[in-house]
């Protein structure tokens, strides 16, 4: 079983940059493509940002939603078992509750996941965005 916490949420204004942490423990060593999500009220759930773990002979690839391409970065320290999400140049369409989601996926499947190819899940960070 795997436990995700995520963190670093708040309330920012447009233009604002915050850093989400996820904290994975348990039986995380299987568990090869993570990603952020987030859901806004009456929205469905969407996916963020995704990265596929490197196997050593291959570093880690990362993905993107075109709405966050070029303002958003995940990555991770393998050393802390901490995956993260900077967000810089926020707006009030980000405003939305963030979770932290990890899967075991082929790198191309890991690319095109969507929600209902992780079964692991955070309980959520909520981020704010005011204009």
């Known amino acids: 079983q795997v436990q995700l916490v995520e963190s670093g949420g708040g309330s920012v204004q447009a233009g604002g940059s915050l850093r989400l942490s996820c904290v994975a423990s348990?039986?995380?060593?299987?568990?090869?493509?993570m990603g952020w999500f987030r859901q806004a009220p009456g929205k469905q759930r969407e996916g963020v940002a995704r990265i596929a773990i490197g196997n050593g002979r291959v570093g880690d690839r990362t993905y993107y939603a075109d709405s966050v391409e070029g303002r958003f970065t995940i990555s991770r320290d393998n050393t802390r078992n901490t995956l993260y999400l900077q967000m810089t140049s926020l707006k009030p369409e980000d405003t939305a509750m963030y979770y932290c989601?990890?899967?075991?996926?082929?790198?191309?499947?890991?690319?095109?996941?969507?929600?209902?190819?992780?079964?692991?899940w955070g309980q959520g960070t909520q981020v704010t965005v005011s204009s």
């Open positions: 348990g039986y995380i060593y299987n568990r090869n493509c």
């Open positions: 989601a990890a899967a075991f996926l082929s790198p191309s499947g890991c690319r095109g996941s969507e929600s209902a190819d992780f079964g692991d």
